[in-house]
């Protein structure tokens, strides 16, 4: 579908599309680093309901980072909790990374 390929890369390349995504990243990047600092402080995961972005966004950063095999979910055994995530070895790893470079403090322009 050349039309449609036309399409999609003349809006993705509009400044719009590239906040959203460099917005996109920056909460990627600060839910990873509130499901690691919990995980690491308290030796349980997280509930998604203490995530920084909700909604349809916050749902699709959850399953990048599951994707990307950042964070896994695990099983509520607490009433009340329907999605609890932890961070993967790989996350960690990211994780601590990216903390050394200070990127947490990014903000979207």
Not at 16 to 31: D, G, H, K
Not at 80 to 87: L, Q, T, V, W
Not at 89 to 95: A, P, V
């Amino acid at each position: 579908m050349p039309a449609f390929d036309d399409f999609t890369g003349t809006v993705r390349g509009t400044p719009v599309v590239t906040r959203v995504m460099e917005s996109m990243m920056i909460e990627a990047a600060q839910a990873l680093r509130d499901i690691c600092r919990v995980f690491k402080e308290t030796g349980e995961p997280m509930g998604g309901h203490h995530l920084p972005a909700g909604g349809y966004m916050g749902e699709m950063i959850v399953r990048a980072l599951i994707e990307a095999d950042l964070i896994e979910e695990v099983e509520g055994q607490e009433r009340g909790f329907m999605r609890r995530y932890k961070p993967t070895k790989k996350g960690e790893k990211t994780y601590t990374k990216l903390d050394k470079e200070d990127a947490f403090s990014r903000r979207a322009s």
